[in-house]
């Protein structure tokens, strides 16, 4: 199983970017889907993640400006980021969970001041 994210960038304060993930390898859908980031010099952080019910949970930080969603025909994990801040500056990885975890390679974002 593979895990590719893409969609970063460069973006302004207040702007908004939209991160895909693609899941090949897997003929199933995955129990549990969620987004991370890592920004320099701190720990990667769980940002967002949903199930295959639909649950989802957010951490504080994104909570009301970042929204977690999944196509499970296509395999697919979608981040759709408004508002954003400088404090989102950070790499974003996408991440698959079943009876195995799978990491994405991450995607860089960079919001300007």
């Known amino acids: 199983v593979q895990l590719q994210a893409s969609g970063g960038g460069l973006v302004q304060t207040g702007g908004s970017l939209r991160l895909s993930c693609a899941a090949s390898?897997?003929?199933?859908?995955?129990?549990?889907m969620a987004w991370y980031r890592q920004a320099p010099e701190k720990r990667r952080e769980l940002i967002a993640v949903q199930t295959n019910r639909g649950d989802t949970n957010y951490s504080d930080s994104v909570k009301g400006r970042f929204t977690i969603s999944r196509d499970d025909a296509k395999n697919m994990v979608y981040l759709e980021m408004n508002s954003l801040k400088p404090e989102d500056t950070a790499v974003y990885y996408c991440?698959?969970?079943?009876?195995?975890?799978?990491w994405g390679q991450g995607t860089q974002v960079t919001v300007s001041s």
């Open positions: 991440q698959a969970s079943g009876s195995r975890t799978y």
């Open positions: 390898g897997s003929s199933f859908s995955f129990p549990v």
